[in-house]
């Protein structure tokens, strides 16, 4: 069955820290992967994609198919980035399933 | 706003009844999600139409349905309601197919429904 697990349900980090959400899924094949994320008062949104192998807003996500993971990292963290992430794979049927989620919460 | 409407926002019903949730993607999108947010439980995918065919299936109940409709906007209609269909329902769409934007949804704002 697909699975995606997001053990963390919140993380709370000192500004200027790192940050890393984790993701781990269990899907057949190779799944593309994403993060969401909703800030407070806004609308779930896409943050990044691994296809892109992209930075946005200093985020990045790190797949490694060995370990099933995908977990999400900044170096430094913002009060900004107070927001609650998803995990989302997607199968080749366009299936997104995301994760519970993970509320961040940055400390001043 | 070309974005992902969604009526209504909020409604309350009483247990057995039927409501109906409506959904507007963005234009130009041919693929509708439809998700439930209940409490401690995350984003449940329950079902995804493309162009008007139904395309994955999740953990949707028998007493839920929907369909996509030929201008691309999508109901989900929930029947039988129980205490525990309270949730906020959310739409998203998204272009669909593959390419560059694959995955990429846009959400709406939601529907909450809270049943008594």
């Known amino acids: 069955a697909q699975r995606v697990t997001q053990p963390e349900k919140l993380l709370s980090v000192f500004k200027g820290a790192p940050v890393e959400l984790k993701c781990n899924y269990s899907?057949?094949?190779?799944?593309?992967l994403f993060w969401y994320v909703q800030y407070s008062r806004q609308r779930l949104q896409l943050l990044l994609r691994?296809?892109s192998r992209e930075s946005i807003k200093g985020f990045t996500a790190d797949l490694n198919k060995g370990e099933t993971s995908f977990h999400l990292k900044k170096p430094f963290a913002q009060e900004e980035d107070s927001a609650m992430y998803y995990c989302?794979?997607?199968?080749?049927?366009?299936?997104?399933?995301f994760g519970k989620g993970t509320r961040l919460h940055i400390l001043p | 706003d070309s974005g992902v409407t969604q009526t209504p926002k909020h409604l309350i019903t009483a247990t057995g009844q039927r409501v109906t949730l409506r959904c507007s993607p963005r234009?130009?999108?041919?693929?509708v999600y439809w998700y439930q947010q209940s409490l401690d439980q995350g984003l449940q995918f329950l079902i995804q139409?493309?162009?008007?065919?139904?395309?994955a299936k999740g953990n949707i109940l028998e007493r839920f349905s929907a369909q996509q409709f030929p201008d691309l906007h999508s109901e989900l209609n929930l029947s039988s309601l129980e205490l525990g269909d309270s949730a906020l329902y959310f739409c998203?769409?998204?272009?669909?197919?593959?390419?560059?934007?694959?995955?990429?949804?846009?959400f709406g704002e939601g529907s909450r429904l809270t049943v008594l």
């Open positions: 234009s130009g999108d041919l693929s």
């Open positions: 899907y057949s094949g190779s799944p593309e």
């Open positions: 691994h296809i």
């Open positions: 989302a794979p997607m199968n080749r049927d366009d299936k997104i399933i």
């Open positions: 998203a769409s998204s272009v669909g197919g593959s390419g560059a934007n694959m995955g990429e949804l846009f």
């Open positions: 139409y493309y162009n008007g065919e139904e395309r």
